[in-house]
């Protein structure tokens, strides 16, 4: 749904696109940027980072010379910001000493969204949940975790996370599957924990 | 007739199983379709994020944006090593400098040299002596 609504904008950002445009361009996709970026470095002062790089990096390729005009920019912004986490995901291998971010920090940036569907108390063990499925995103490969969030929470088609991720379609329905397997009994209590056994 | 498992369903909700001839006759895994189209549609459900810290974090990229090299981790780094490789040169090459003092006080040496000709003992027995004295 995140992604529909960033290919809905037809941003166009040619050479030197003004401070202006982008900063409205940056409004429109901050919020679905900053939680990729959360979900896949599962910490609000990394994300905080990353999305800043993502959109300093997009400026600067985006006022370079050679730079030409953009098919669909939301794609190619996703891609720079799933770079941007892959690289920082590499490099905290190393970081055994890093911080891990207090969870009441967590809370007064993020809040569980109004919904006038299922009643309060679903919504809340729906978000428990979500949160298990994050933290679990953990066992999956940086590739698998990348392919696994581009395609859970931003519901983007096979082809297009090929496309942002730069692999081929097959490559990208192997990492899924992948992960899939790995995140199951997550999977398993977000979707069937209510069903009765087959 | 074989119905679906779990695992064909999660397959099938993330786009790594193609509906078959088994979905379109049979209502029981129809209806578990459909349930499990409303349960993904609901883990969209982005939390909200605080408007504040959005501002805030705009704010940062834009301060960013209009001094570029403010935050630019590589010129800090590049001018540290610099600083370090400054140091290390400069302590490497110490020790090889002659000291001046020695090569221009000629006159102090002759005259230590020839007022240990005048005495019997080292120069160094001197302050020893001293300590009997009355
Ligand atoms: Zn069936």
Redo the contacts with the bound molecule.
């Keep these: 749904m995140m992604g529909a609504m960033a290919d809905r904008l037809e941003v166009s950002l040619d050479r030197g696109a003004s401070t202006r445009e982008f900063g409205a361009w940056m409004t429109s996709e901050q919020k679905r940027i900053f939680l990729l970026c959360k979900r896949m470095l599962q910490d609000i002062g990394e994300a905080d980072s990353a999305t800043q790089d993502t959109f300093v990096k997009a400026w600067q390729a985006l006022n370079r010379p050679e730079s030409k005009e953009l098919d669909n920019p939301a794609s190619w912004l996703t891609r720079i910001a799933v770079n941007t986490c892959l690289d920082r995901l590499r490099s905290r291998r190393w970081q055994f000493w890093r911080k891990r971010p207090a969870p009441e920090d967590e809370e007064t940036i993020l809040r569980l969204a109004p919904s006038d569907g299922p009643s309060a108390e679903d919504r809340i063990f729906a978000a428990q949940i979500g949160d298990r499925l994050e933290s679990a995103l953990d066992k999956l490969s940086l590739r698998q975790r990348a392919v696994f969030a581009l395609r859970h929470y931003e519901d983007r088609s096979l082809a297009e996370i090929a496309g942002i991720l730069e692999l081929d379609v097959g490559t990208v329905k192997v990492h899924l599957f992948r992960a899939i397997e790995k995140l199951r009994e997550e999977l398993h209590d977000l979707y069937f924990r209510d069903r009765g056994t087959k | 007739?074989k119905?679906?498992t779990e695992n064909d369903f999660q397959k099938w909700l993330y786009g790594l199983k193609e509906e078959d001839a088994?979905l379109q006759t049979?209502s029981?895994?129809r209806t578990e379709m459909e349930r499990l189209r409303l349960a993904r549609r609901r883990t969209f459900a982005a939390p909200e994020v605080s408007e504040d810290f959005l501002a805030a974090q705009r704010r940062n990229i834009h301060n960013r944006l209009n001094h570029p090299n403010r935050n630019f981790a590589p010129l800090r780094w590049g001018f540290s090593v610099a600083m370090l490789l400054l140091v290390v040169v400069g302590l490497t090459l110490t020790p090889f400098r002659k000291s001046p003092v020695a090569l221009t006080n000629d006159e102090q040496l002759y005259s230590d040299l020839a007022a240990m000709e005048q005495t019997s003992e080292p120069k160094a027995i001197q302050p020893l002596h001293r300590l009997f004295e009355k």
């Design positions: 007739m119905h679906w088994h049979c029981e895994c």
